[in-house]
């Protein structure tokens, strides 16, 4: 966690020293950073037992629907 903070704040302090800050500092870093945490964890695989899990529920349902 350390390191991305020093990341954020080093990228910040280098777009201030060069001009090309923009007008949402770094707060735009920060949500970048998490955009690509998120955008990382979207892409993970589902686990088989939750997969197996979601199938069940989804077979259930028409038969709930019916009665």
């Given at each position: 966690?350390?390191?991305?903070?020093k990341?954020i704040?080093?990228?910040?302090?280098?777009?201030?020293?060069?001009?090309s800050?923009?007008?949402?500092?770094?707060?735009?870093?920060?949500g970048?950073?998490?955009?690509q945490?998120?955008?990382e964890?979207?892409?993970?695989?589902?686990?088989?037992?939750?997969?197996?899990?979601l199938?069940q529920?989804?077979?259930?349902?028409p038969?709930r629907?019916?009665?």
């Open positions: 966690m350390k390191d991305m903070t990341d704040l080093a990228g910040a302090a280098s777009r201030r020293r060069n001009g800050g923009d007008a949402l500092g770094p707060n735009s870093e920060i970048r950073k998490l955009k945490y998120y955008d964890l979207v892409s993970d695989d589902v686990p088989d037992r939750f997969a197996q899990l199938s529920l989804e077979q259930a349902e038969a629907k019916k009665d």
